[in-house]
């Protein structure tokens, strides 16, 4: 098990575009989360799923966001008509059922909108 | 209102010095608490975390934690630190389950040899 991957680690992308990120947490992990990490800030929580259900969302997810889990296995967060506001680390992270373990963060997919 | 608190944006120290980072919370249920430390350009690393039990947690790389309910605090100690710590340090508190962790603004460790 590699442990929690996130593509790409890097995207630049013009204000207006759509972007799309992928995460692969580790495989018997139930529970997958995403934040967001600003500059100078702790990562805020966007969502999370457990299998492929998405039990909750945050306020700062608009509905330019969408989070998906289709099969329960990776995720993926598409962002549409990106903001020069949405540049930020986005963070994936997944834990066991429960999540009592603490989560297990990938590296980080860092989003720059020019 | 639920919040973490990491007083020190800050802290500087020599190589082999002890080491203490500030962490308070306000959490309406039971905390579970963690520290996390991240390097630059990764991931969260999760160091130690406190659920019940013994206040006082040990982590990974010489890391521990106390946990004072009376003070709302779950700070992080190293006796000596080594110039590999540098690093930014993230407390987060949740509930049961950690469904939803709430992080501080971290506490940036520069370590001088």
Known sequence: DTGVSQDPRHKITKRGQ???FRCDPISEHNRLYWYRQTLGQGPEFLTYFQNEAQLEKSRLLSNRFS????????STL?????EQGDS?????????RQGSGGYTFGSGTRLTVV | AQSVTQPDIHITVSEGASLELRCNYSYGATPYL???????GQGLQLLLKYFSGDTLVQGIK???????????????????VHWSDAAEYFCAVGGNGADKLIFGTGTRLQVFP
Do not use: D, H
């Open chain 1, 18 to 20: 759509n972007v799309t």
């Open chain 2, 34 to 40: 963690f520290w996390y430390v991240q390097s630059p």
């Open chain 1, 67 to 74: 989070a998906e889990r289709p099969k329960g296995s990776f």
């Open chain 1, 88 to 96: 930020a680390m986005y963070l994936c992270a997944s834990s066991p």
């Open chain 2, 62 to 80: 010489g890391f521990e934690a106390e946990f004072k309910r009376s003070q709302s605090s779950f700070n992080l100690r190293k006796p000596s």
């Open chain 1, 78 to 82: 598409e962002i549409q008509r990106t």
